[in-house]
């Protein structure tokens, strides 16, 4: 079956702007997480999602982050007046639920803030 | 922060040779999981290992945890170039059995 997509695969943008990156899950999968990889660094969680909720969004790094997940399925990562610092790749997994079992990861977007 | 931590950071071998990474990790853990990665993009799940259990195989992998000492290997036998990736190991954190946290990830190149 299909796994784990979203998009874009690369996205470019300027100090400031403003970016959503989509993810589909794995259909069927309830959980659904968010990570963060710079360069050279293993993948750093941001948030969680059971259903339709965020059940856990400690990782977010500041309020300029939002994500959603209207209808328990789709989740679009939501990053406002972007930072150079904001640049890495960012990665989607989905589980069948939360905890317990593993989580299959998307390709990523990379996203490049100039 | 990162929990776990890949030993060594990179590892060069002939094919043929096996492999061996090693994760050391902090706090206490529900299970431990180990991720391939190609060209710094998608996660591949290897092999997910419960705290309870000392040893899991799966094909050319052998992944053993020790809970007393914090540690896990992660062993790959009669390696390929098509192993060439870097390699994660993931724990959860013990009141948290959703949230993973990586390593810095092994670099494994294997030579033709």
């Known amino acids: 079956g299909a796994g784990v997509s979203q998009t874009p695969s690369n996205k470019v943008t300027e100090k400031g702007k403003y970016v959503e990156l989509r993810c589909d899950p794995i259909s069927g999968h309830t959980a659904l997480y968010w990570y963060r990889q710079s360069l050279g660094q293993g993948p750093e969680f941001l948030i969680y999602?059971?259903?339709?909720?965020?059940?856990?969004d400690s990782g977010l790094p500041n309020d300029r982050f939002f994500a959603v997940r209207p209808e328990g399925s789709v989740s679009t990562l939501k990053i406002q007046r972007t930072e150079r610092g904001d640049s890495a790749v960012y990665l989607c997994a989905s589980s069948l639920a939360g905890g317990f079992y593993e989580q299959f990861f998307g390709p990523g977007t990379r996203l490049t803030v100039l | 922060s990162q929990q776990g931590e890949e030993d060594p950071q990179a590892l060069s071998i002939q094919e043929g040779e096996n492999a061996t990474m090693n994760c050391s990790y902090k706090t206490s853990i529900n299970n431990l999981q180990w991720y391939r990665q190609n060209s710094g993009r998608g996660l591949v799940h290897l092999i997910l290992?419960?705290?309870?259990?000392r040893e899991k195989h799966s094909g050319r992998l052998r992944v053993t945890l020790d809970t007393s000492k914090k540690s896990s290997s992660l062993l790959i036998t009669a390696s390929r170039a098509a192993d060439t990736a870097s390699y994660f190991c993931?724990?959860?954190?013990?009141?948290?059995?959703?949230?993973?946290?990586f390593g810095k990830g092994t670099l494994l190149t294997v030579n033709p």
């Open positions: 290992i419960r705290s309870n259990e």
């Open positions: 993931a724990t959860d954190s013990g009141g948290s059995n959703y949230k993973l946290t």
């Open positions: 999602f059971q259903g339709t909720g965020a059940a856990d």
